[in-house]
């Protein structure tokens, strides 16, 4: 995309930028007033706490042999003491008594750093068997309310039976973990679970209900396992039914022609349809009628057969989705099946694998947008335009194309509520947040989110909200993506869930390559929510996610020298590398943002194989049949949140029809909220860290 200028009114504008909307005008609606970005209300001032680097020497000095507690006695009554502590006891755990480790429990066992202590201490006891100290220091749930994991519960299941607690209460809690999952539990659980057979707690119905769970999840090594201490001749049912998940044979077909024969044998032809589709639809018959499978039954084996089809298109993709009975159809295999029709341009059936959907799904903006735009290829104008509407009501990728195909404005209904002085100050003096903004400070994130997650346990709606006003303040933008979806009006929270940061170089490096900068700023919202720090799996870097070999290759090109890896940790740099790596592919795919877009989330390999698949096809639906479910919803993401930073830049914005089309000089769409729509809004998909 070419750059536009833009207004002097965009340089008070750009710490905040909008995202999911409410609802959306129509053709049909009066006309509104436009919508422009509310007057930003500049987060609240960091506090400067001169003792941070002082904090962090101590901290690195705690994780190193050798500490001496006395020379930071200046800091022994600094918020993140507590936290120096800890990683100076975390370092020595296996030396601790058990007079240091309830010491420190009796002082911050009400603090994050406490409750990270106790974990580590819990796992320490449990290794040397300690289990008075164990007991001494146990609490079922954690500082944020969650229950203990596995491994430690059933640690404390130890402790109780080796101290002679073993009573009533300790078989059914040792039985409530045996039930609890049909996978593998941690090793700490086999020496209650051997008590608790040992005493008749786990009786063969018990086993057999273990052996079902795993059967579902395709274990067979638990359901060997769960097996061990049935009567000789249910073992052996058991072992085969393991090994018939293991590899499908023909003993199965000998087997008692009981409602768990057939679960098991349909499970182990769906553990094989994910492999293997054609070899589990060839043999499904001959297992169906001879253990007499229900609907259920060959549904479930059908369902896999259908779906690991579809997800690599395979010519026998149509066929497969058509022979699943439609009770075992589910959301996932609904979509999947418009989608195929999709991809082979067979708009009636897509038209009709939508209309087949229950009423939630396909009122979604997604399927409306599309039932809407199949309808139109059909000739029913009148129905697609009833689906338009209602599709346009949402401010995501398909509800503004839901507009543009209706000539409509853009509604967004901006909601900045105002706060009296004395809320904000009160949360942010609350002891856990003031430790958790320290953190973050000092790049100790992981410690920082304990901090959070213990503060927003005791917040109520405000006081979550304000606290993510004040983690903005120290450019910790993440917060609102992880920490406002609790309720739909927060979606409309636009100056918090879409900040925008290093404006100048975003602006600066996108008009150097010829690209929108709202279009980088949607790319650095997705990618990293403004973290400088992110990195991913595959090793992706910093603001815009740069992989090392083409931050390298992209600094050659541009003849700018190459200072490694962690250089993409500066942000500067990873723009500059990340915007003229975007300009390239851009260039590359023919001035086309969408193949843009997919090509950078994944890769040069797959969008080849997907513009050869469907050479031509129209963008939207070439979006909505890009096979990978990451990028399919990136590229969709990415758009919307650009026609949104747009907005927040300009006060309008570039249509999202337009920006598909690769289109940069066209008439700009103007924001409207109606009336009605400033009490709705459609939630956003869930974020995780």
Request: charged share 25%; aromatic share 10%; with cysteine.
């Amino acid at each position: 995309m070419l750059p536009r200028p833009l207004p002097l009114l965009a340089a008070a504008l750009i710490a905040a930028i909008a995202t999911t909307a409410c609802a959306q005008t129509t053709a049909s609606t009066p006309a509104q007033p436009a919508v422009r970005p509310p007057a930003l209300r500049a987060p609240p001032a960091p506090n400067v706490d001169p003792q941070l680097p002082r904090v962090r020497a101590a901290l690195d000095a705690a994780e190193r042999a050798g500490f001496d507690a006395g020379q930071y006695a200046d800091i022994a009554r600094h918020p993140l003491y507590g936290w120096v502590e800890y990683a100076a006891l975390r370092r020595t755990i296996d030396n601790v008594n058990d007079g240091q480790a309830q010491e420190f429990l009796a002082r911050r066992g009400n603090e994050a750093s406490g409750e990270a202590f106790r974990e580590v201490w819990l796992a320490a006891a449990a290794r040397r068997e300690d289990w008075n100290a164990f007991l001494a220091a146990w609490t079922p749930k954690n500082r944020a309310g969650k229950d203990r994991g596995a491994q430690l519960r059933c640690a404390e299941l130890n402790a109780r039976q080796a101290l002679g607690r073993a009573d009533a209460q300790w078989t059914k809690d040792a039985q409530a973990i045996w039930r609890s999952s049909g996978k593998s539990l941690p090793d700490a659980c086999d020496a209650p679970f051997a008590v608790l057979a040992a005493q008749g707690g786990l009786t063969p119905e018990l086993r057999w209900e273990r052996i079902d769970a795993a059967a579902a999840e395709w274990q067979p090594a638990v359901m060997r396992a769960a097996a061990r201490g049935l009567p000789a001749d249910q073992l052996a049912q058991a072992n085969d039914y393991a090994a018939f998940l293991d590899n499908v044979n023909e003993r199965a077909l000998a087997w008692p022609k009981t409602e768990r024969s057939r679960k098991i044998a349909s499970f182990g032809l769906a553990k094989l349809a994910k492999a293997q589709p054609a070899s589990a639809e060839a043999q499904l018959p001959k297992y169906a009628n001879a253990l007499g499978f229900s609907d259920e039954d060959r549904g479930r084996v059908l369902y896999q057969t259908a779906l690991w089809s579809v997800a690599s298109y395979d010519a026998e993709s149509a066929r497969r989705l058509n022979a699943v009975p439609e009770v075992a159809y589910d959301e996932r295999l609904h979509e999947w099946r418009a989608r195929e029709a999709m991809a082979r341009s067979d708009w009636n059936a897509a038209l009709a694998a939508i209309r087949k959907m229950g009423a939630k799904q396909r009122g979604e903006s997604r399927w409306e947008y599309f039932e809407a735009r199949l309808s139109e290829r059909a000739g029913d104008k009148a129905t697609a335009n009833r689906l338009y509407r209602e599709a346009a009501k949402n401010a995501d990728f398909h509800g503004f194309l839901s507009a543009d195909k209706l000539g409509a404005p853009y509604t967004l209904c901006p909601l900045q509520p105002a706060d009296a002085p004395a809320a904000r100050a009160q949360v942010a003096r609350d002891p856990a947040l003031v430790r958790a903004m320290g953190l973050f400070q000092i790049e100790r994130t992981a410690w920082a989110i304990r901090e959070w997650d213990d503060a927003l346990s005791r917040f109520d709606d405000t006081q979550r909200r304000l606290a993510i006003e004040i983690a903005q303040g120290y450019n910790w933008f993440d917060r609102a993506v992880f920490s406002l979806n609790k309720t739909p009006q927060e979606q409309r929270l636009y100056y918090l869930r879409f900040p925008l940061h290093h404006g100048e170089t975003i602006r600066r490096e996108s008009l150097k390559n010829g690209l929108d900068p709202a279009w980088v700023a949607a790319e650095i919202r997705a990618e990293s929510v403004f973290n400088p720090t992110a990195r991913s799996g595959a090793n992706a870097m910093g603001l815009m996610q740069v992989l090392p070999g083409t931050g390298a290759q992209v600094a050659k090109s541009l003849g700018l020298p190459w200072g490694g890896a962690a250089s993409l940790y500066d942000s500067d740099t990873n723009i500059v590398l990340g915007t003229a790596y975007l300009r390239q592919l851009h260039d590359k795919y023919g001035g086309q943002p969408h193949f843009a877009m997919a090509g950078y989330n994944a890769g040069p390999a797959p969008l080849a194989r997907w513009q050869s698949q469907r050479p031509g096809m129209e963008p939207d639906f070439w979006i909505e049949t890009i096979s990978y479910k990451e990028t399919r919803e990136y590229v969709a993401r990415v758009l919307a949140f650009s026609v949104l930073y747009d907005w927040r830049m300009n006060g309008d914005a570039l249509s999202v029809s337009d920006r598909l089309r690769g289109v940069t000089d066209a008439k700009r769409k103007p924001f409207v909220c109606p009336a009605t729509a400033a009490t709705a809004s459609a939630p956003l998909p869930a974020e995780t860290e």
